[in-house]
């Protein structure tokens, strides 16, 4: 039961650079989201999508770009990578939006 | 805008010791607040989920409240598996019914 499961684990990449953070549930859930947590702050949301094709913008999205093509999958890219962006990375998933929300393990990312 | 404030930041308990974790909250028509553990270097972990003022629920040596302003986690002679950070979130039914927002999170440590 492999539950949501984020790649990488961790990252450095330099200012400008783009990459895309993966992240995967085998839940068949309808509801995953994209949550930073940085030192001091709680854990703030970045994207959510209620179902495949559907995705909408959080509390902090710019910079952040997401597609859901697939219930399983929800990648986070970063456009063009600044050092604000340095951060841990959050997937979560939940059946429903009223659902409480799994979370992987995590992407540490950091920008040079 | 909905707002969580977690008290203390941290808290050193002895083993043994019972003590409780504030989450105060403001909301515009509560939909559920949710109470997280999280260890060093993983995902937040779900523990509970409270709907409406006069709730409680429990889970081993853990028990959370919740009245219309605020939600308690007691936790009864704690042991030092329990030493983690305990997150609150909170789910509103207004403009972002799809967004949970957290607190800052509990540090505790619990000393053999």
């Known amino acids: 039961n492999a539950g949501v499961t984020q790649t990488p684990k961790f990252q450095v990449l330099k200012t400008g650079q783009s990459m895309t953070l993966q992240c995967a549930q085998d839940?068949?859930?309808?509801?995953m989201s994209w949550y930073r947590q940085d030192p001091g702050m709680g854990l703030r949301l970045i994207h959510y999508?209620?179902?495949?094709?559907?995705?909408d913008q959080g509390e902090v999205p710019n910079g952040y770009n997401v597609s859901r093509s697939t219930t399983e999958d929800f990648p986070l890219r970063l456009l063009s990578a600044a050092p604000s962006q340095t951060s841990v990375y959050f997937c979560?998933?939940?059946?429903?939006?009223?659902?409480?929300?799994?979370f992987g393990d995590g992407t540490r990312l950091s920008i040079l | 805008e909905d707002q969580v404030t977690q008290s203390p930041e941290a808290l050193r308990l002895q083993e043994g010791e019972s003590s409780s974790l504030n989450c105060s909250y403001t909301?515009?028509?509560?939909?559920?607040l949710f109470w997280y553990r999280q260890d060093p270097g993983k995902g937040p972990e779900f523990l509970f989920t409270?709907?409406?003022a006069g709730e409680e629920k429990e889970k081993e040596r853990l028990k959370a409240t919740l009245t219309k302003k605020e939600s308690f986690l007691h936790i009864t002679a704690p042991k030092p598996e329990d030493s983690a950070t305990y997150l609150c979130?909170?789910?509103?039914?207004?403009?972002?019914?799809?967004?949970?927002?957290f607190g800052k999170g509990t540090k505790l440590s619990v000393i053999p």
């Open positions: 979560a998933s939940s059946r429903t939006v009223n659902q409480p929300q799994h």
């Open positions: 839940m068949n859930h309808e509801y």
């Open positions: 999508s209620v179902g495949a094709g559907i995705t």
């Open positions: 909301v515009s028509g509560l939909r559920g």
């Open positions: 409270l709907y409406s």
């Open positions: 979130a909170v789910q509103g039914s207004g403009a972002g019914s799809y967004q949970l927002t």
